[in-house]
């Protein structure tokens, strides 16, 4: 509740915009005046923050050994 929303719908940007979230999908996003949420409903004042719904960070560095994920011995060819 209260983020500035950068939409997929071309340049379109929300100042104070809500974005429903339920069971981990958007089911909405809309100016918070206008976007009804139900009592009870948890809430996150996300104000003076941007969201882009939608957007999902996939990059990852796995694998690498100063992060100790792989046990010693387990692949070759790492100093």
Request: aromatic residues 2%.
């Amino acid at each position: 509740v209260g983020a500035r929303i950068i939409t997929m719908k071309g340049e379109e940007v929300i100042n104070r915009g809500t974005i429903v979230v339920n069971q981990n999908r958007i089911v909405e996003v809309g100016e918070s005046d206008v976007v009804e949420i139900s009592n009870g409903t948890h809430q996150i004042d996300v104000s003076g923050r941007t969201i882009i719904p939608g957007i999902v960070d996939v990059h990852a560095h796995l694998g690498s050994p100063s992060q100790g994920i792989i046990v010693r011995g387990e692949r070759r060819g790492f100093g």
